[in-house]
């Protein structure tokens, strides 16, 4: 059967046509004739995420993303075209990440390899989306904008509160401070310069000073030597045998032994003691007021006179008639 030219005009624009959808399509990344599985993903935020982005197993690629659309609800449907016949299962997880600073965003499956379950063209996979590397310095400086913010705010009042104390007259007072403070501190330069010459001055006595404090170190040190070769030991013993004599001879006279410890324990020789005593201090007041009775001396043979006792009171007194 013989064509007309219009005819096979008309069936060549209509496979114009046909590729045209085609190519086109396949430039989006849809292949009519591709028979790869097709797996979904749903997302918050897909966060850079395009179309024919890849989609890898520990880095390797096994397809792309075909498309992404929203849905009613404002969730993102993924769909991922897998050319690669590894077996994903169905418990894997599409998570998003950024896979580098200038590499854009790829989609990434985590498979569960304790799942034999495998998925089939259609299947959803759990979704997960790793905050890229702006994204978590991001995350990561919102806290210190915060606390830098209040930190300005903190120091805004407080510079507040500076200019409200720092009036007029204060500000006068920190001027005669710092001059006072310039005036004392060249006052305290002209005394170490004094100082510094007095010590010059001085150097040859200093040097002495310390030449005798030297040698009176060595002298400690020389005594310190004495000291430690000292036969403590025997000086302590000696020591401790005449404390232990002492404190027997205390014993002694706590219970009346010796002459010193009669006379503390026994009444009757204190008694004889006082009455001797007070009979000397009698006769020796009898001596004074009347010599004459123990000391007569006569020229021309006198006689003496007789002793008479003296007579005592009650209060242990001579009395002299």
Do not use: C
Not at 34 to 61: C, F, M, Q, R
Not at 128 to 133: A, C, D, P, R, V
Not at 237 to 244: C, I, Q
Not at 282 to 297: C, E, K, M
């Amino acid at each position: 059967m013989k064509l007309s030219r219009e005819i096979k005009t008309a069936i060549l624009v209509i496979l114009s046509i046909l590729l045209f959808i085609w190519g086109y399509n396949f430039l989006k990344g849809k292949n009519y004739f591709d028979t790869s599985k097709k797996l979904y993903a749903v997302y918050e935020n897909v966060s850079g995420l395009v179309p024919a982005a890849p989609v890898t197993i520990n880095g390797l690629k096994i397809g792309r993303v075909n498309s992404i659309e929203i849905q009613p609800d404002g969730k993102l449907l993924v769909q991922m075209q897998i050319t690669n016949d590894f077996p994903i299962s169905k418990s894997s997880i599409a998570e998003i990440y950024d896979s580098g600073p200038l590499g854009g965003r790829e989609i990434a499956i985590i498979p569960n390899f304790e799942d034999k379950t495998e998925t089939e063209s259609g299947d959803h996979l759990k979704s997960s989306n790793k905050l890229g590397l702006t994204d978590a310095l991001a995350k990561e400086i919102e806290p210190i904008k915060d606390k830098i913010e209040k930190l300005l705010d903190n120091a805004n009042v407080l510079f507040a509160n500076i200019n409200q104390v720092l009036d007029e007259n204060t500000k006068s007072n920190l001027r005669n401070s710092i001059a006072n403070l310039n005036k004392t501190m060249a006052e305290f330069s002209g005394a170490s310069k004094d100082l510094n010459q007095l010590l010059a001055n001085n150097k040859s006595k200093l040097d002495n000073t310390f030449s005798n404090l030297d040698k009176t170190t060595q002298n400690f040190a020389t005594i310190s030597d004495s000291l430690a070769n000292a036969n403590f030991g025997q000086t302590v013993k000696n020591l401790e045998k005449t404390l232990a004599n002492v404190d027997k001879l205390m014993a002694d006279m706590e219970q009346g032994k010796g002459t010193m410890g009669k006379l503390m324990k026994d009444d009757e020789m204190y008694n004889n003691f006082t009455s001797a005593s007070k009979e000397l201090e009698l006769l020796l007041q009898d001596l004074r007021l009347h010599p004459t009775r123990y000391v007569n001396v006569s020229v021309f043979g006198k006689k003496d006179k007789p002793y008479k006792a003296p007579e005592v009171n009650d209060k242990n007194e001579q009395i002299n008639k």
